[in-house]
Structures are given as C-alpha cells and as structure tokens.
C-alpha cells in the first residue's frame, strides 16, 4: 500500500508557523527566511487544495481546516519524535541535543565545547540556540541551558553561574577615550545598548550614586553579542553579563570599567525534564557543565 504523504519540510513549516501563528518566529525556529517558511505554507495549501491561514487585521489566523489540521500535525510529529528518542535510548545512543540562548552559545559554550569532546569523543552534541523557551518533548532537546530563576514546572534546574553586570569596552577604545575614573566618566562615552536586557544603563547608574540618568543615545542592539561585537570593535562602552564576556576579559579582547556592578536576579541554569533518569550521556554533559562552573553542588528541583 502506497502512503500520500505531503513533504515532510512542508509540515515542519506549517506546525511551526501554526504555534506561533507568526511566519517570522516559525523561520528563526527553523534557521530558513520568512520566505521559505511562506512556500512550504503556500506548497501545503496546493497539496491539500485548501487555505489553512487567513489574514485578520495583520494577524496570522488558522482557518477551521487549518486549526484541525494542525492539531493532527502537531501529534503525529511528536509520536515520530518521541519513537525516536526511545529507538536512541534503547540502543543507547551518543548523540543528545542542548538547546540554549545564542548569545550564550556564541560567547560561553562553543569557546569551551572541545573540552567535553576530548573527554567524550562518542558522545555527539546538537546545539539547537533559540531566543525563547522550548518543549523537551516536543522539540526533541535533552538538556536546556536557561537564564531565569531556576524554577521552571517539571524540570530539575542546576546552578551554572550567577549573573554580575559591569561596563566594558576594548583596549583601543579606553585608550582614545579614557581614563575612566568614576560612573560620570562613562556620561561622556558612546554607550552601547541591548534592546532585551533585563537591567539597563540607568540601573546601573543608580547603583553606582547617579540617581536620575538615563541615557539613551548611542547605538542599540536586538542582540546581546551584537552589542558585545561593537564593543570589542572599540565602537562604545556595553553593559556587559560577566558570564558572556569572560573569555574576551581573559584574551584582552574587553577591559573591565570601574568595580561597581549590578547582581543580576537571573542566573544561567542547566535543566533538564524531571522524569525518571538521566540519559548517561545527558548526565555526562550536564556533570561537565556543573565541573567548568564550579557549581557542581548546587541545584533547584522543580516538579
């Protein structure tokens, strides 16, 4: 018997897009352009003969067909997922998916990766880095690396690293424009801005006994190592997380500016699903995260 099946590309589209209910969120999702995301879409709704979105005041809208459809979609990708992830499991699969913010994937995890290669060359590792929260079971992912409080429903939170925020720019750029001797100083420098930063510049002002500042010129970034890129290409002072400009500090690449700096109330935590037992090699890679951030005595159980 002959399956008819639509292109499997084209579900994984519409699925996305009929979660987010948002062409541009269903690509970043998907590493494709808006565009691809609108073919597969449009490929599907030819297959089928029928509209499974419609336009409703400039939003996304399921139809009635759109809305069924998706529902079945949606199951029957996560039964293949979850078949899958227990084919993997019973033949004790090396391969295991981390799924974490980019900026943190860029500046922190990717620099340090061939570590936990050396030690573990069998053990494949999938970095899947997205801006928001993902599903373990529906996405796939074994381990998540999450910046918030550690309390997330169903999952068990380790501690990776407290969050310290400081002011920093290059060498060049302190050079040209220093000395930095005191919180004014930094009023008369280009300040560098990140869009979805928890604690911004007049936080920071505050803290250090300029009440009242809040600077808003210089240039902004959607993204934080956007923002840390500029700086370490002398374009301004950032406000920087000091788990993400740890190895610039190291290299010389960024200076510190000034000792005073804010204590973040989110920290960067490694989290898995609380379900019964860790896969070994999840284990592995979460037991080494926890060894190259000396918390490995620290955790948060959520069930």
Same mark, same amino acid.
């Given at each position: 018997?002959?399956?008819?099946?639509?292109?499997?590309?084209?579900?994984?589209?519409?699925?996305?897009?009929?979660?987010?209910?948002?062409?541009?969120?269903?690509?970043?999702?998907?590493?494709?352009?808006?565009?691809?995301?609108?073919?597969?879409?449009?490929?599907?709704?030819?297959?089928?003969?029928?509209?499974?979105?419609?336009?409703?005041?400039?939003?996304?809208?399921?139809?009635?067909?759109?809305?069924?459809?998706?529902?079945?979609?949606?199951?029957?990708?996560?039964?293949?997922?979850?078949?899958?992830?227990?084919?993997?499991?019973?033949?004790?699969?090396?391969?295991?998916?981390?799924?974490?913010?980019?900026?943190?994937?860029?500046?922190?995890?990717?620099?340090?990766?061939?570590?936990?290669?050396?030690?573990?060359?069998?053990?494949? &590792? #999938? +970095?899947?880095?997205?801006?928001?929260?993902? $599903?373990?079971?529906?996405?796939? %992912?074994?381990? @998540?690396?999450?910046?918030?409080?550690?309390?997330?429903?169903?999952?068990?939170?380790?501690?990776?690293?407290?969050?310290?925020?400081?002011?920093?720019?290059?060498?060049?750029?302190?050079?040209?424009?220093?000395?930095?001797?005191?919180?004014?100083?930094?009023?008369?420098?280009?300040?560098?801005?990140?869009?979805?930063?928890?604690?911004?510049?007049?936080?920071?002002?505050?803290?250090?006994?300029?009440?009242?500042?809040?600077?808003?010129?210089?240039?902004?970034?959607?993204?934080?190592?956007?923002?840390?890129?500029?700086?370490?290409?002398?374009?301004?002072?950032?406000?920087?997380?000091?788990?993400?400009?740890?190895?610039?500090?190291?290299?010389?690449?960024? &200076? #510190? +500016?000034?000792?005073?700096?804010?204590?973040? $109330?989110?920290?960067?935590?490694? %989290?898995?699903? @609380?379900?019964?037992?860790?896969?070994?090699?999840?284990?592995?890679?979460?037991?080494?995260?926890?060894?190259?951030?000396?918390?490995?005595?620290?955790?948060?159980?959520?069930?």
């Amino acid at each position: 018997m002959t399956i008819d099946l639509p292109p499997l590309n084209a579900l994984r589209a519409f699925e996305c897009a009929a979660r987010h209910l948002n062409f541009t969120r269903a690509a970043e999702e998907l590493c494709v352009t808006q565009a691809a995301v609108s073919h597969q879409v449009r490929n599907l709704e030819d297959y089928l003969g029928m509209k499974l979105f419609r336009r409703s005041h400039r939003q996304l809208v399921l139809t009635e067909d759109g809305q069924i459809f998706a529902t079945t979609v949606r199951e029957s990708l996560t039964q293949i997922s979850n078949a899958s992830r227990r084919l993997r499991a019973d033949r004790g699969s090396a391969c295991i998916t981390v799924s974490l913010l980019p900026s943190f994937a860029s500046r922190w995890l990717v620099p340090r990766l061939w570590g936990f290669r050396d030690r573990y060359p069998d053990i494949e &590792v #999938r +970095l899947s880095a997205f801006e928001w929260l993902v $599903d373990f079971e529906r996405d796939g %992912v074994d381990l @998540a690396i999450r910046y918030g409080r550690g309390q997330w429903a169903g999952c068990e939170s380790r501690l990776l690293m407290r969050e310290r925020i400081f002011p920093v720019c290059s060498p060049d750029f302190l050079k040209r424009h220093g000395p930095v001797t005191n919180a004014r100083d930094l009023l008369k420098l280009n300040l560098l801005h990140d869009d979805y930063a928890r604690q911004d510049w007049s936080q920071w002002f505050e803290m250090a006994g300029l009440s009242g500042v809040s600077p808003s010129l210089g240039l902004r970034f959607s993204h934080t190592s956007l923002m840390l890129e500029s700086a370490e290409e002398g374009q301004g002072v950032a406000l920087a997380q000091e788990p993400l400009v740890q190895g610039e500090l190291a290299k010389g690449r960024l &200076v #510190r +500016l000034l000792d005073e700096a804010i204590d973040g $109330d989110y920290s960067y935590w490694a %989290v898995t699903p @609380a379900r019964g037992s860790l896969n070994p090699s999840v284990e592995r890679f979460r037991d080494w995260l926890l060894q190259e951030t000396n918390f490995a005595d620290e955790s948060m159980d959520n069930v």
